[in-house]
């Protein structure tokens, strides 16, 4: 019996969507099944060029059937959110179902990013020896609008605001597991880049990130018991109480 780590290790800036710097936040939501959890968020604030650490995670989701799919969303929105945080919710784990849906037993990964191929691209057969499903742009947009509409949003980015970098990656148990196996220990680290949406007049060029995400698999060893105690983590009735989650 495994648990499962997600997490948003950092990011990379080579170039801000602002004229001088960005204002982000990064949102990170993870789907086992059918059962979704409630959307984390991290506010970096302001940045420019460089490196960013955000370590936003999921911690502890367990999978016991090799072909049920773990999925996750992550995105990085520069911009107020107060008013929006709804709406970038939404959109997000609507493209999570999305994603989980279109994942079935294969040798396959499924991720619908923001940028198209072009943003994904290190997500191929060449990397990591497990075939790409990729969606461009316009299908990304197409989920966004369908969940703005369904929050009765009327959603119009203000100023130089908009997304920087978004991602879904969807895989069955199994999968995951020969991912996870396929760099030689319990953790897989990926880095994949994002050229962004365009700017309007008057703002930066188009924003162009790196992301990192990680898996980290935790082998139970012993009983059940003391691998919880040892992690300050306690049973109780179903699943979603082993999914806890942290900013």
């Known amino acids: 019996m495994n648990f499962y780590t997600i997490r948003i290790e950092s990011f990379h800036i080579d170039n801000t969507r602002s004229r001088h710097s960005d204002t982000n936040t990064v949102f990170l939501a993870l789907q086992a099944g059918i059962t979704q959890f409630p959307v984390r968020s991290h506010p970096v604030g302001d940045v420019n060029n460089g490196d960013h650490g955000v370590s936003l ?41 999305q994603g989980v849906h279109v994942t079935v037993p294969g040798p396959k990964i499924s991720s619908i990013n923001l940028s198209g191929a072009a943003a994904g691209a290190g997500v191929t057969a060449n990397t990591v020896g497990i075939g790409s499903l990729l969606a461009n742009t316009s299908a990304w947009y197409a989920v966004a609008t ?31 597991n020969s991912l996870i196996d396929s760099a030689g220990n319990d953790l897989y680290r990926f880095t994949a880049r994002y050229a962004g949406t365009n700017s309007p007049a008057g703002c930066g060029s188009n924003s162009n990130y790196t992301v990192t995400w990680s898996i980290t698999r935790d082998r139970v060893r012993g009983s059940m018991r003391s691998f919880l105690k040892a992690r300050n983590r306690h049973l109780r009735p179903g699943l979603r109480s082993l999914a806890t989650s942290v900013g």
């Open 57 to 97: 995670s999921f911690f502890y989701t367990m999978l016991s059937d090799p072909d049920r799919v773990l999925g996750f969303s992550f995105s990085i929105y520069n911009g107020d959110t107060a008013s929006l945080s709804d709406m970038l919710n939404r959109a997000l784990t609507s493209l999570l179902t």
């Open 146 to 176: 369908k969940a703005v509409a369904e929050a009765a949003i009327n959603f119009v980015f203000p100023n130089c605001d908009g997304y920087v970098a978004a991602d879904t990656l969807c895989m069955t148990h199994q999968q995951w």
